[in-house]
């Protein structure tokens, strides 16, 4: 049972009235609201593939930088290697990486300059608009009338 599913947390209030005009709407509704009970939605984070992306590829650019600084190189070193056949590989390991940030750059940069021309291209015309209201009290006013009932009732 999924129908509450969503990116948030649900709260539902069952409201009912210990009138005997109201017994099947009470009953129904608590009938209803032990269904509920048993929905469990979990909240998840809507997040932009492209902003994900971004926030990856800066990641990694600052591991990356932070590996060079210290100069822990995973470089592989087989036995009977020279110190000049490992400065080498070391050198070529260390351009390789930074070919691998400038590409994750200019990378992040394309695809920061296309966000931006996709929000300032955006038509202007572009409004959110209502459908589907009608004439019905909206649920706060029925639940607000409920309490005021029960409120009555039980001062009766």
């Known amino acids: ?65 932070k590996m060079m600084e210290r100069g822990v190189m995973n470089v592989p070193i087989k036995p009977g290697m020279t110190d000049d056949e490992v400065v080498r590989r070391r050198s070529r390991w260390e351009e390789e990486m930074k070919a691998a940030m400038a590409e994750n750059e200019r990378e992040f940069a394309n695809r920061s300059n296309s966000l931006t021309r996709k929000i300032t291209t955006s038509s202007p015309s572009s409004k959110v608009e209502l459908s589907g209201l009608s004439e019905r009290p909206q649920p706060y006013v029925q639940m607000r009338r409920c309490e005021m009932a029960i409120s009555r009732a039980s001062t009766s």
Not at 10 to 21: E, L, R, Y
Not at 25 to 53: C, F, G, H, M, W
Not at 59 to 64: H, I, P, V, W
């Open 1 to 65: 049972m999924n129908a509450l599913g969503g990116n948030s947390k649900t709260i539902m209030i069952a409201c009912i009235s210990p009138a005997d005009i109201n017994y099947e709407e009470t009953l129904s509704t608590l009938r209803y609201a032990d269904r509920a009970k048993q929905i469990k939605t979990v909240a998840t984070i809507n997040e932009d593939p492209t902003e994900t992306l971004i926030r990856e590829l800066r990641a990694e650019n600052e591991r990356l930088k």
